[in-house]
């Protein structure tokens, strides 16, 4: 795997030092870091969307603080997942972070391995996204192939209708509905109307 194909880990903590051991225990189980000095630092220089990782920050820094910077992750529309390094007199915040869509939050001084499990954790979920989200786009990809009496057949067989009432409704014969179908089936790449559904689903396609 180059270095290029392995999920990220970013680390936002205004301590160097921990920064550093941090991003060194991480590339024990071959991940890339990279880290940032505070949250106006990240905001600054975040890479761009597109890649398995996770975000590691601290609930508080200087200037702005890890809650205010996953609100506005999550306004921007970021999908990474959030664990949130926390000392004790931070408990509330962090369970505010939660609320706010942290995937986790760690106590310091933290557990090397408990770390480690969150992290890899954090990453399994964000590749699972990126796998759903591409499958996702080709669907639409897909569905952006077919003619508008193909999607006229896909709404009417999604909603159980069987080829004689397609036939009825749209003022066809069988046989003509039978070749929409077919068509639109290898267009989306299904064997069966099951699968059919499930792509419509996963992709969010609607009439």
């Given at each position: 795997?180059?270095?290029?194909?392995?999920?990220?880990?970013?680390?936002?903590?205004?301590?160097e030092a921990l920064r550093r051991s941090m991003a060194f225990l991480i590339s024990t189980i071959g991940l890339e870091c990279r880290g940032f000095e505070?949250?106006?630092h990240f905001l600054r220089e975040m890479p761009q969307p597109g890649r398995s990782g996770c975000i590691l920050m601290d609930v508080r820094m200087p200037g702005m603080s890890g809650?205010?910077?996953?609100?506005?992750?999550?306004?921007?529309?970021?999908?990474?997942?959030?664990?949130?390094?926390?000392?004790?007199g931070d408990v509330p915040m962090a369970v505010a972070a939660l609320k706010a869509g942290a995937a986790d939050f760690i106590e310091?001084?933290?557990?090397?391995?408990?770390?480690?499990?969150?992290?890899t954790l954090?990453?399994?979920t964000s590749s699972q996204h990126l796998s759903a989200s591409a499958d996702r786009d080709c669907?639409?990809?897909?569905?952006?192939?077919?003619?508008?009496?193909?999607?006229?057949?896909?709404?009417?067989?999604?909603?159980?209708?069987p080829n004689k009432v397609i036939a009825f409704e749209l003022g066809l014969s069988i046989k003509t509905v039978e070749l929409h179908r077919h068509s639109l089936m290898e267009k989306m790449q299904v064997g069966s109307v099951a699968e059919l559904a499930r792509q419509v689903t996963l992709a969010g396609l609607h009439s």
């Open positions: 795997m180059s270095d290029t194909e392995k999920p990220l880990v970013l680390i936002i903590d205004d301590d505070n949250a106006e809650l205010e910077l996953l609100r506005i992750l999550r306004e921007r529309g970021s999908v990474l997942p959030v664990l949130m390094i926390t000392g004790h310091k001084p933290f557990n090397d391995q408990h770390l480690l499990d969150a992290i954090a990453v399994r669907i639409i990809q897909r569905a952006a192939t077919l003619s508008g009496r193909e999607r006229e057949v896909l709404w009417l067989v999604m909603a159980g209708k």
